[in-house]
């Protein structure tokens, strides 16, 4: 439910800090008080579009928290989790918005999306107003009500997700196996295109970097023989290198029988001659060695290329080509020899289908003996609000085998909410008949038929009350108190006897404070209740005022 709802710099308000009790809330106040602000803030909150023109004149940035209590094992918290974002039974989420068009939505801390936010908050609160399309207006909703309604045929929707789901991984394993006769030639066609093509490049591991190799010697022969030959000359020319280790040597052996020390050097010096003359020895049989063949290197060059565009086709070396060329031969044998295999998938599928389609048929059974239950409850609850010749049926279209729908997880049935308020008048399409009034009443009805179904723990109402008067207020207001024993009710609403029910009593006013009017919104006390309840019914403050103010409150049981 709906703990906390705080609003700086909307509208009229400055600020305003609203603790709601966990049943029935009721907003009143006079007209143009600033009573639907209170609901705009709860909306844009909840995730609706963000306006420019709801940030208070001269403020900079509008900024709403709503603080919401849940079950922390309930569906609510497992989709806050879902986010990677903790919840331990509590949900707290702000949102801001400034004038640059610039805003932030935090929820538990975390930023989202109002995408991401309008997942959590749809869950939490159902918002409902008179000039607003009503929920049940949608015949995919209709539907979703009677499964609410209907906890019977969960086993066999619970075994029909389990057959779509295998249906599905049945169908997906045909698919890998081509498909049907043409759609697999043409696929085998294809893989037999890239074996060949990756069989005539000859493809060798380790050879694609070996030919870079080989490439960029031949690339800088000119230099290599330049550097090699200068080398060459600096050690074997006379008076080189190797002159004149050869002659060091020969200075230091005279004296290296005299001390081990004198030794040491000796011995170094000639490891130093026979190591530099071996590398002047190898540096001239390299150079010998190396010479530029263009044709060998066009050679190189056209398989470096070719070896690229296999690996750009196949894999990102030659080792992921050749694994490449082992799974496509796999490919080709097994749809080579699936044509039989196919066939029995198909069969399988064709199996699926008919127990699919004996589930159908067993939920609709199921569906229409609760919807007949439903619609007698909501017809005995819509003449209790005055709608005394009401009708309300709900229509199953018709589906055989050939025309039943076996890939969705609800079944074959589609559902209409038809409805007639007058008689004689014949049963019409919900959307297509109710009028405002009427349409306040019947989601009333519905209302009090799923409370504690549907998961939603508070319902806003935003004057749905209006042009009901007399002894249909009354019921209107005791619906109220039935719906609110299970799920929070946030009302805005004129109703004296609405008023009176309220667990809650918020008096929403203006005033003038520095020159500026705001909007303030106050709890009231159950004296100031009494008050507010006589100014709806239009009487004079009186004592008698007063007590009929009493008799109102006293008539509801809460």
Known sequence: MLCRLSIKNVALIDSADITFDGRLNVLSGETGAGKSVILDSINFVLGSKADKSMIRYGEN????????????????????????????????????????????IKLNGNAVTAGMLKGITSKLVDVHGQSEHFYLLSETNQLKVIDGLCSEARPERDKLAELIASKKRTADRIARLG?????????????????????????VPGEYDELIAKRNIINNTEKILTSLGSAASLLNSDGGCVDLISSACRAVASVSALSPEYEKIYSRLENLYTEADDIASSITDLADELSFNEREAEIISERIELLRGIMKKYGADEQSVLDFLHEAKQKYEELAGSAELIESLNAELEKTDDEIYRLCVKISEKRKKCAVKFEKAVVEQLKSLNIPEARFVV??????????????????????????????EPLKPLNKVISGGEMSRFM??????????????????????????????????????????????IAVSHLPQVCAASHAQFLIYKTEESGKTVTRVKMLNDEEKLDELVRLTGSVSSAAALEHAKQLIAQFDK
């Open 179 to 203: 498909g049907d006769d043409r759609q697999r030639a043409a696929q085998m066609d294809f893989i037999d295109y890239q074996i060949k093509e990756i069989e005539s490049a000859a493809v």
């Open 395 to 424: 229509e199953f279209a018709r589906f055989d085998r050939q025309t039943a729908n076996l890939n969705s997880l609800n079944g074959s049935d589609e559902v209409k909410f038809m409805f007639s308020a007058n008689k004689g």
């Open 61 to 104: 940035e509008a900024v709403v928290r709503a603080e919401f209590s849940v079950d922390p094992s309930g569906p609510v918290a497992k989709a806050v989790e879902e986010l990677d974002i903790e919840c331990d039974g509590q949900i707290i989420i702000t949102r801001r918005y400034s004038l640059d068009g610039r805003g932030s």
């Open 444 to 489: 009333l009805a519905i209302k009090t038929q799923l409370k504690g179904i549907n998961g939603i723990s508070t319902y806003i109402f935003d004057e749905i009350d209006a042009g009901i008067s007399g002894m249909t207020a009354r019921t209107v207001a005791q619906k109220f108190i039935d719906i609110s024993r299970d799920t929070q009710i």
